[in-house]
Structure formats: C-alpha cells, structure tokens
C-alpha cells in the first residue's frame, strides 16, 4: 500500500491581484499636464477643506437671503414709482439724519445707508436730503438751524425786526438754496402736499435729533448773548525795563524769532441757544404745527475693538437679518400709509401738576423716562466706544481767556424731552395689510423659482439667463454701493 503524499515544507506564494498602475492621457500627456492618481485627500486637508468650504457655504447662503429680503421690500414700495406726478409738483422728499457713530469716522454711516436704505428709496423714486455729521453736535446744529429758518420763513419775527443768524450752511444767500427756492415759486412748482418724514440712523444720532428738536421749537429765533470778558487791571511801575532804556543808549531789545503759524483748531459746533434746565420756561412759538412730521429713527449695530471679533464675525454671517428689519422699516416710512403717536406713562402731564406752577411749566411736568422717545435705541449704548464716556480735559486758564461755558455731551447726557413737543411727534409703522401683501409676494416668488427650475435660477444667478443684461446674482446684494458718494 503506497504511502500518502506529504505536502511540501515550503508554503506556496500568496497570489495578490493587484491592477496595473493606469497609463496616463496621450493628450494630457503631450499638453504637459502631469498624471495625477485620485485618491483621498489627508487628515489636513478634510479639516481646512471642511473649514474653508463651511464658511463660504455660510457667506454665499446670507448673501442670497439678503438679496431676497431686500427685493421683498423693493418690490413693495416699487409702485410708487410708476405712479404719475404732475410737471409743476415736486416729487415726495425726505430727510435722513446720519452722524458719524463714537468711536468711529463718518464712513461706516455712510455704508449702512447705501446697502440698506438706498436700494428701497431708490426702488420708490424717492428723493432725500442728508444732514452728516462729522463730530457730536453737529446734527443738532443743523436741524436746530433748519427750524428757526422754518419758523422765520412764516413771519415770526419780522414784527419785532429780528431774524435768524446766517451760518456755513443753512440760509446763508451765497450758497442758491434761496435762489433756488425764489426761482420755483416763480414759476408755479410747488412742493409735495402729501408727508415727508425724517430717517435717523443711531442712538447717538436720535438722541441729538431730539436736543435740536426741542432748540429749534423752544429756543429763541437770536443766539443768546455771550458771557461778559473778564477785566483785567494793568500796573505801571518805574522799574520797568523799558523804562530805564534812552534813546541814546547803545542797547536794544532782542529781536523777537518768527514763530511758525500753529494749526487751526478744528471747528467745533455752535452752542446751543436754549439749555435744557429751561424748556419748561420757554413759551412755544405761535407758529408751532398740531403735528410734526413723523420719524423714523433705526438701529445702528456697530462694535468696535478686538474682543468684539466673535460678536462682528457673526454679525457678518447674519445681516439678512438686519437687512429684513431695516428693509420693513423703511418701507413703513415709503408707504406712509400708517403712523402712531409715541406713547407715555402720564398722558395728562397737566393734570398731575400742582395748583402753584405755571400753565407753561404744568404743561412740560412730565419727565423724559415717561416719554418713549427716551427708551428708542437705547440698548446701542452698551456697545459704544468706552473714549466716549471719557470726560472732556478742562480748558486752561489764562489771564485773558474768556470762561467757556462747559461742552455739552448730547451723546452721554441723558435725554430731556418737553411734553409739548413729544406729543407732537409721530412714528412710521407697518400697516397690517401691507405685511400681508410682502408675504404674498415672497410666496409668488417662490412659486415662480419652483416652476422654473434649479437650472434656470442658476443660470440667473449666475447671470447667463433672463434679458436685459442685469447685475448678476452675487452683484444684486451690493444694490447702491458706490453710487452717489
């Protein structure tokens, strides 16, 4: 009986199925294009790819809501603009208030307005007229400026022969404005009969509105008159240099070098003509209107410094919001289809009086905390530069300087309000059915976006589809920047 066969001591080699490496594209191969093997990519790069591709996907999803809001609310108010106006009207004109914010220069205003309030002005055929300032005071200046040229242009003061002081910029006749006004009259063009209204931008801005508010209504039509000089008394003595110097003698005094002309210091704004301490006291003018013309004041997000830089980055990913809030503002203000008076906790300021005031006094008892006008805006102060807050350095005394009454700080006091002028007041709201006709919008475009297809909104977006060879997709969020500046 044979023996059963005994394997082999050595094992046979493992067969490994391996493919042949791929041969590169002749093509690519003679354009120079090197061979590249797909593989995966490393531990690196799957984090700074899902990094990088994360926050672009976030920038890119805001951009795109932001357009959408913001053409929401342009397609609200864009029949205004077709409306017709006749040829000797003027066409509905605005104001918009705008100062540079603590901390900061005037360009970040400016920005805000362009990306967020111009597209809808412009959208409405809306005309506006600015009023910046560069430094603290200057919007109350300039709005209490407008008024007494307002309240002089309907014959206040002429009886008593006094009129308005001419400034830089308002009323002074070199710059056309009366010119201007003198040519329309002549010629029949008459002004909007309809609302106008105010835009403020800022807590800081809106609580110099109110300041000027109150000094252009309440303040007189002349500045006050200035603080008297202090005397100063000169001695004579006979031991004085000059007096033992002759004629005749060989010495002379020293002659004195040229000093370099030292620079101007910057223009500060005008004082106010009325202090706060005195509303009570001041008679309201006969030529006061029943009600003022509404307002609208908006909130001014702006930090600064750079423990702030996770709070701004993020702000940055979500400025739909801000778009869509601001954008339901303005519209309210476009459409003026709604206003309401502000509110305060003591409706009958005069009633709550003691029988020993005045009727002027008991008429303004009310304080500035009962007025919602105080309240507006206000949680932006948190988030003010801490230089504002800082106290002014005291001017130095000289033997010859005259006292300067102390700066007021419109920005850091707190806001007193007369309840003359707030009762006045008006402010732009939303009417019910407008925000029912937004919504049926968005949901068209919807509907329309649904039944075109994602291709043909990314041909759009991307700006090969659609006529007349509009902005493309990502150009619509940046609706007038760079215009008008």
């Not at 409405?124 to 309240?151: F, S």
Request: with cysteine; net charge neutral; hydrophobic share 30%.
């Amino acid at each position: 009986m044979s023996e059963p066969p005994t394997p082999s001591s050595k094992p046979a080699p493992a067969v490994t199925l391996s493919s042949p490496p791929s041969k590169p594209n002749p093509a690519f191969r003679m354009l120079g294009i090197p061979h590249f093997r797909p593989r995966l990519p490393s531990r690196n790069w799957l984090i700074f790819l899902t990094v990088t591709g994360t926050f672009t996907g976030t920038i890119l999803y805001d951009r795109r809501q932001k357009r959408l809001a913001q053409q929401k609310w342009c397609s609200l108010v864009s029949h205004l603009a077709a409306e017709p106006l006749p040829a000797t009207q003027l066409p509905r004109k605005i104001t918009v208030f705008l100062s540079a914010p603590p901390g900061d220069g005037l360009r970040p205003a400016r920005e805000y307005f362009n990306e967020y309030v111009k597209p809808i002005l412009v959208a409405a055929a809306l005309d506006w007229d600015v009023v910046e300032g560069r430094r603290e005071g200057e919007v109350r200046a300039g709005l209490a400026e407008r008024i007494r040229k307002l309240r002089c242009g309907k014959g206040e003061g002429e009886s008593s022969g006094n009129s308005p002081p001419l400034s830089s910029e308002e009323g002074d006749p070199s710059d056309g404005t009366d010119m201007v006004a003198d040519l329309r009259r002549k010629n029949g063009i008459a002004e909007w009969p309809g609302v106008t209204g105010d835009l403020i931008i800022g807590r800081h801005t809106w609580k110099e509105y109110m300041r000027g508010l109150h000094e252009g209504w309440l303040g007189p039509l002349e500045p006050p008159p200035p603080p008297p000089p202090p005397i100063t008394t000169t001695s004579t003595s006979s031991d004085s240099p000059t007096d033992s110097l002759s004629p005749d003698s060989p010495q002379s005094p020293p002659e004195q070098q040229p000093q370099p002309p030292s620079p101007s210091p910057k223009p500060s704004p005008p004082p106010a003509y009325i202090t706060p301490s005195t509303y009570p006291l001041a008679p309201l003018p006969p030529t006061t209107p029943p009600t003022f013309p509404p307002v609208l004041p908006l909130p001014f997000p702006h930090l600064l410094g750079f423990l702030s830089t996770p709070t701004r980055i993020y702000r940055f990913l979500t400025r739909r919001h801000q778009t869509d809030l601001t954008g339901r503002s303005v519209a309210a203000l476009v459409l003026a289809t709604s206003t309401r008076p502000f509110t305060s906790d003591n409706n009958s300021a005069i009633d709550s009086a003691t029988p020993t005031q005045s009727p002027i006094a008991s008429s303004s008892f009310s304080s500035s905390s009962q007025w919602e006008q105080s309240s507006l805006l206000a949680s932006e102060e948190a988030s003010w530069h801490k230089s504002v807050y800082r106290a002014p350095p005291a001017p130095k005394a000289g033997a010859g300087d005259d006292e300067q009454p102390p700066r007021e700080r419109e920005w850091v006091d707190s806001m007193a309000l007369d309840a003359r002028v707030c009762e006045r007041m008006r402010l732009f709201v939303l009417a019910a059915e407008e925000e029912e006709r937004a919504r049926a919008l968005v949901e068209e475009e919807r509907r329309m976006r649904r039944q075109e297809g994602v291709w043909a909104g990314l041909k759009g977006w991307v700006g090969l589809g659609g006529e007349g060879g509009g902005a493309k997709g990502w150009e619509m969020g940046l609706v007038g920047e760079g215009e008008g500046e």
